[in-house]
């Protein structure tokens, strides 16, 4: 795929899949299989992996409340529920029309954040990875990985889009004007605001649907 000069380095979670609206619903459905305080434990042992891995790893998750909960009857459930879920049924609207578009302006590559195997297999699952063309990077810090991006695809511009705006700010930074940095406002990160005096993003959307009106000259 050519990239006309021109690469998108496109989030996943609260980006392209509605990762809040997820989380909310499995909570329900954690809590029918086994009840509300087992439901905070679970969600307890997630909060720890997190903070120790700086990720969200669900495979870790589930083992850590196995081995917590052995004669717990209602794991099946938890276990299926978690790592089948249906997350192409909670892509946001025109998520997948978008990533189409992107491709005809440049190439559209999927820049994730998320542990190596639960993470790869949700955006596969979302349709996300065939949408282009298996063009899939998930690293537990995509900002730690900036110069192998470029090796990999080189550019004269980048765009990177994402939820987050402290992301965004340490990307523009290290890049500097050869990437556009695109701020979605969707999700719970998306209205952190930034600390005083750190770098705005370079262009704001209320959601990523709107990104199927851009075209080339908005990013020159």
Same mark, same amino acid.
């Given at each position: 795929m050519a990239t006309n000069g021109l690469?998108?380095?496109?989030? @996943?979670?609260?980006?392209?899949?509605?990762?809040?609206a997820v989380k909310d619903e499995l909570d329900d459905r954690i809590r029918q299989a086994i009840g509300a305080e087992q439901t905070e434990i679970f969600w307890q042992i997630y909060e720890a992996v997190r903070r120790e891995s700086e990720y969200v790893?669900?495979?870790?998750?589930?083992? %850590?409340? &196995?081995?917590? /909960?052995?004669?717990? &009857?209602?794991?099946? $459930?938890?276990?299926?529920?978690?790592? *089948?879920?249906?997350?192409?049924?909670?892509?946001?609207?025109?998520?997948?029309?978008?990533l189409h578009h992107l491709n005809t302006?440049? %190439?559209? @590559?999927?820049?994730?954040? *998320?542990?190596p195997v639960y993470q790869p297999a949700k955006i596969a699952r979302a349709?996300?990875?065939?949408?282009v063309d298996d063009v899939v990077l998930v690293f537990a810090h995509k900002e730690? $990985?900036?110069?192998?991006? %470029? +090796? %990999?695809?080189?550019?004269?511009?980048?765009?990177? @889009?994402?939820?987050?705006?402290?992301?965004?700010?340490?990307?523009k930074r290290r890049w500097g004007e050869r990437v556009v940095t695109v701020h979605v406002l969707q999700g719970k990160y /998306?209205?952190?605001?930034?600390?005083? *005096?750190?770098?705005?993003?370079? &262009?704001?959307?209320?959601?990523?649907?709107?990104?199927?009106?851009? &075209? +080339?000259e908005d990013l020159e």
């Amino acid at each position: 795929m050519a990239t006309n000069g021109l690469v998108f380095l496109v989030d @996943v979670d609260n980006t392209l899949v509605q990762n809040d609206a997820v989380k909310d619903e499995l909570d329900d459905r954690i809590r029918q299989a086994i009840g509300a305080e087992q439901t905070e434990i679970f969600w307890q042992i997630y909060e720890a992996v997190r903070r120790e891995s700086e990720y969200v790893d669900y495979p870790v998750t589930l083992r %850590r409340y &196995r081995e917590q /909960a052995p004669n717990e &009857r209602g794991f099946c $459930h938890v276990s299926d529920d978690v790592l *089948g879920w249906p997350y192409e049924r909670w892509l946001y609207p025109s998520a997948l029309e978008v990533l189409h578009h992107l491709n005809t302006l440049g %190439r559209a @590559v999927i820049l994730s954040d *998320g542990d190596p195997v639960y993470q790869p297999a949700k955006i596969a699952r979302a349709g996300i990875a065939d949408a282009v063309d298996d063009v899939v990077l998930v690293f537990a810090h995509k900002e730690a $990985h900036l110069d192998e991006l %470029r +090796r %990999r695809f080189p550019a004269t511009r980048y765009v990177i @889009v994402d939820d987050k705006p402290d992301i965004l700010a340490r990307v523009k930074r290290r890049w500097g004007e050869r990437v556009v940095t695109v701020h979605v406002l969707q999700g719970k990160y /998306a209205q952190v605001p930034l600390p005083e *005096g750190e770098l705005l993003p370079d &262009r704001t959307v209320e959601n990523i649907a709107a990104l199927l009106r851009l &075209r +080339r000259e908005d990013l020159e």
